[in-house]
């Protein structure tokens, strides 16, 4: 059973910055597709940003490219979600995702929808003034 924990939400305003945490308890994180993921009050869960376990390439969804960086510290097995220049349309719970699947491209950012093996319970970041 893996375990995944976010943290690091809050509120903040526009043009602000915040550092999310995701906590991961699989064995060998290099083993694991992972992605975050956010859901903004009535809409569907959308991709951000992911990593395929097969490749290197961190990708983004376009909303946030520019603005939003991922990263992985597989010795301390915590994902970080980076983000700058906060907009309200940023605002929503954030999930941490990990699936055992390999994924072509950003197709990763598709398990917002499709659904992964495992969820954390997400952080909720609002971006108000």
């Known amino acids: 059973q893996v375990q995944l924990a976010e943290s690091g939400g809050g509120l903040v305003q526009p043009g602000g910055s915040l550092r999310l945490s995701c906590v991961i308890s699989?064995?060998?994180?290099?083993?694991?597709?992972i992605g975050w993921y956010r859901q903004a009050p009535g809409k569907e869960r959308e991709g951000v940003s992911c990593?395929?376990?097969?490749?290197?390439?961190?990708f983004y969804a376009d909303s946030v490219k520019g603005r939003f960086s991922m990263s992985k510290d597989n010795a301390e097995k915590i994902v970080y979600l980076q983000m700058f220049n906060l907009e309200p349309e940023d605002t929503g719970v954030y999930f941490c995702?990990?699936?055992?699947?390999?994924?072509?491209?950003?197709?990763?950012?598709?398990?917002?929808?499709?659904?992964?093996?495992?969820w954390g319970k997400g952080t909720l970041v609002t971006v108000s003034s």
């Open positions: 699989a064995f060998n994180l290099d083993e694991w597709t």
């Open positions: 990593l395929d376990r097969s490749e290197e390439d961190i």
């Open positions: 995702g990990a699936d055992r699947g390999a994924f072509q491209g950003d197709s990763c950012l598709l398990l917002g929808t499709l659904g992964a093996d495992y």
